[in-house]
């Protein structure tokens, strides 16, 4: 198993400009969550699907966010316009939910700089 | 979820054994204790989890005290790539509940 995938690994954007980060979740996995990761504020999540449909976005800072999951092997989330203070560490993890106590799995991360 | 202390950081020789504590007073009957950690530019690692019992893997053993207040991850070789913030987090097991990191502690291995 490859475990969590994201793409791009690093990304390097404009203020203003539309950016879009990538999670293919494990395989079989049910529950995909979206993670922001800052030296003020710690890891914070930012929104968790069960079964491709979002159960909780009270952690997504503003309307520019947004995140969808079209199926159950991919996630985008995307920001847009782009802000400085949205640079950060972005982490998806994917988890087995609702049969048990599951740990989380994450990706590598994507670090975003909005410059 | 309930919160849980943790001391901010602590250190151990390479090869003993550490032993990093978490205070979680608020459990319910129905939380879990999990342990992560991150490495420095990774995602965050599962580690192990428990309920009452205590529990043991390939990477750690995790004791709960019989009230359920407070438990210890314990490394028992520490190497220098254990080198990393451990977070102590509970949780339910229900659908719709989530993993809500706190600061973790910082474990650093010295040589």
């Known amino acids: 198993d490859a475990g969590v995938i994201q793409s791009p690994r690093h990304e390097v954007t404009e203020m203003g400009q539309e950016v879009t980060l990538r999670c293919k979740p494990i395989?079989?996995?049910?529950?995909l969550f979206w993670y922001r990761q800052t030296m003020m504020r710690g890891l914070e999540l930012l929104i968790y699907?069960?079964?491709?449909?979002?159960?909780?976005d009270s952690g997504m800072p503003e309307d520019r966010f947004s995140a969808k999951m079209p199926n159950a092997s991919f996630s985008t989330l995307k920001i847009q316009p782009s802000e400085p203070r949205d640079s950060a560490v972005y982490f998806c993890?994917?988890?087995?939910?609702?049969?048990?106590?599951?740990?989380?799995?994450f990706g590598s991360g994507t670090r975003l700089t909005v410059v | 979820d309930a919160k849980t202390t943790q001391p901010p950081s602590m250190d151990c020789a390479e090869g003993r054994a550490a032993n990093l504590p978490c205070n979680h007073s608020?459990?319910?009957?129905?939380?879990?204790v999990y342990w992560y950690r991150q490495i420095h530019s990774q995602g965050p690692q599962y580690i192990i989890h428990?309920?009452?019992n205590n529990e043991t893997n390939e990477m750690a053993s995790l004791i709960i005290t019989e009230d359920r207040k407070s438990s210890t991850l314990i490394l028992p070789h520490a190497t220098l790539r254990d080198t990393a913030v451990y977070y102590c987090?509970?949780?339910?097991?229900?659908?719709?509940?989530?993993?809500?990191f706190g600061k973790g502690i910082t474990l650093s291995v010295r040589p």
């Open positions: 428990g309920l009452k």
């Open positions: 395989s079989g996995h049910n529950s």
């Open positions: 993890a994917s988890s087995l939910m609702g049969q048990g106590a599951y740990g989380y799995t």
């Open positions: 699907f069960n079964n491709n449909v979002p159960i909780d």
């Open positions: 608020t459990i319910s009957g129905n939380e879990y």
């Open positions: 987090i509970v949780r339910n097991t229900g659908a719709n509940s989530k993993l809500t």
